[in-house]
């Protein structure tokens, strides 16, 4: 199924979350914007776009929900391009006034993103003109409770962010740690079931059409964690580490205990569930991290790949 040429679909990888931009006439909307350690490519291809749509301005960004992989150009690209609005779900406003709180997932998990002033909000159940159509905003707590994805039933196309991708969607904590979140994607998985979507727009990996095929995988991987907390808690510091590690690049090996040690997740994870000695865990980190094909080590230093 081909876009509109009003809609531009820009993929980047699992660092930086996809961007979805639109055209209204001379002026020009993004939906999230990436990792702010790669600002630099984000602006590039932003402006790409920009200039095939014949120098078009870019007038708002939209944010799905405040993690920093969905948030991190925001301040660059508002800077770059004067009078540009940003606009953040409703539900997420508390958090942005409280920045870097631990549910926001920055210096508790050893991310960074650059804090910014917001001029609008949207809520559940607004309607949304963008690209000439018009988008329904859909609440789709879970992985973040105040998140926010985009449906239009006209061009039955779904943008996804990180409520639902192709195999999967994104992480929802321990129930021992919080239990609101696990129930809250088992009803977004159930809302989203109810749309009539012909094509998703993910906030990572790349477009795809089997709705149903992805709603049953993620719905059934969901269900495989509700029954080990344990199980989702390897999987969330895993996953930490490995993000932390492809924007650090490389980290000395004897740093690890420390680092576990300091950062909040794997402090406190490996306090609640883990229960090891700051090296004990460090060292399990790293077997997973290498296990996963997401990191090696050299000589003394660990090195993303």
Known sequence: MMLPPSIAFIQRDWLSAN???????????????????????????????????HGATLDRIVITHIHSDHIGGNAA??????????????????????????????????QEAERFAWDDVIEPGQTVPMG??????????????????????????????????????GFVPPQAIDPKPLAAQRATFERLAALDVA????????????????????????????????????????????????????????DLPGYAARVGVHRDYNAQFFKMSDEAFADWLL?????????????????SV
């Open 199 to 254: 094509l998703v727009i993910p906030g990572h990996g790349g477009m795809f059409t089997d709705y149903s095929g992805a709603l049953k995988r993620a719905s059934e991987k969901l269900e495989l964690f509700a029954s080990d907390d344990l199980r989702v808690a390897k999987s969330v510091v895993k996953g930490m580490f490995i993000f932390s590690m492809m924007w650090r690049g490389s980290m000395p090996v004897t």
């Open 77 to 110: 690209l508002q800077r770059l391009h004067a009078g540009c609005s940003i606009t953040v779900p409703i539900d997420e406003q508390s958090a942005l006034v409280n920045w870097d709180a631990p549910e926001q997932m920055l210096s508790y998990a050893d």
């Open 132 to 169: 000439g159509e018009s988008w329904q905003a859909i609440a789709t707590p879970g992985h973040d409770m105040g998140s926010l994805v985009f449906y239009s039933p006209k061009l039955r196309i779904l943008i996804s962010a990180d409520a639902l991708w192709e195999n999967s969607s």
């Open 287 to 303: 077997s997973e991290a290498v296990r996963a094909g997401k990191v090696r080590v050299e000589g003394d230093a660990i090195v």
């Open 19 to 53: 961007h979805v931009m639109f055209r209204d006439g001379d002026s020009a909307t993004l939906i999230d914007s990436g990792y702010g350690k790669f600002n630099d490519v984000t602006i590039a291809k932003v402006d790409a776009v920009l200039n095939d749509w």
